[in-house]
């Protein structure tokens, strides 16, 4: 309820559109979490299109699911497609201050470039 009209409170599209994404999310963690690199390098387009409405309101998330394609490739034998997720999970952990995923991705980047 709106605490000033006493309507239902509105929800926006962009709340949806997170809600919308818990699944494919989810989905990601658990492939992750599985190794299953195909899996994961399968939902890519799916993957990125999470990764890019979070990035400006969550771009801890967005990093992590940047990092997740980016092990995927990586495991895949695709490095060039790593070094870009990597990259991409660095430049956002650095934007925000995130000390620890500036770690992590540059240890990925490491793993990517030996």
């Known amino acids: 309820m709106s605490p000033l009209l ?3 409170a509105r929800r926006s599209p962009l709340a949806d559109s ?3 994404m818990r699944p494919t999310l989810e989905r990601l963690q658990a492939l992750q ?3 299953n690199w ?3 390098a ?3 387009a799916e993957a990125q299109r999470a990764a890019a409405l979070l990035r400006g309101t969550k771009p801890g998330v ?3 699911v940047y990092g997740m ?3 995927a490739h990586n495991h895949l ?3 060039d497609k790593a070094i870009e997720y990597h990259s991409k999970r660095l430049e956002i952990a650095e934007a925000i201050g995130d000390r620890a995923g500036v770690g992590k991705a540059n240890g990925s980047l490491g793993i990517a470039y030996l």
């Open 6 to 8: 006493g309507l239902p």
């Open 18 to 20: 997170f809600q919308g």
């Open 33 to 35: 979490n599985a190794r």
């Open 38 to 40: 195909k899996g994961l």
């Open 42 to 44: 399968a939902m890519e």
């Open 62 to 64: 967005s990093g992590g």
């Open 69 to 71: 394609l980016g092990n």
């Open 77 to 79: 034998g695709d490095l």
